[in-house]
C-alpha cells in the first residue's frame, strides 16, 4: 500500500508520524499470530519508544486519539474486531 493511502485512511488531527508509527507496531502484533489486541498498548509502546529509547522528549500522543485510530486501522487493514471500540455516540444520533 502506497504512502499517499496510509495518509488518506489518518483519523482527522492525528499526526502522519503517529499514524504510521501505529500502523507499523500494530502490523507487527497481527504478524506475531495475535488476532485481537489493546490500541492503548500499543500506543504506550510508541511513546515509550519515542520519549525513552529515542530520546524524544517533545514527543505527543494524545490519548483522545485512541479510538480514532483503531478504527481507522481496522478500515485500513480490512481486520474488524481486532481492536475492542465501543459505540460512537455521533453514530447513534
Not at 23 to 44: C, P, W
Request: aromatic content about 10%; charged content about 25%.
Amino acid at each position: 500500500m502506497s504512502q499517499l493511502s496510509l495518509f488518506t485512511h489518518c483519523p482527522q488531527g492525528v499526526p502522519e508520524d503517529v499514524w504510521n508509527l501505529f500502523i507499523r507496531e500494530a502490523d507487527k502484533v497481527r504478524a506475531s499470530g495475535r488476532d485481537h489486541y489493546g490500541a492503548r498498548t500499543i500506543l504506550e509502546v510508541i511513546r515509550h519508544n519515542q520519549v525513552i529509547d529515542a530520546g524524544n522528549r517533545d514527543f505527543i500522543i494524545n490519548n483522545n486519539w485512541q479510538a480514532a485510530i483503531a478504527r481507522a486501522y481496522m478500515k485500513l487493514r480490512n481486520c474488524p474486531g481486532f481492536f475492542e471500540t465501543r459505540g460512537n455516540h455521533s453514530e447513534a444520533a
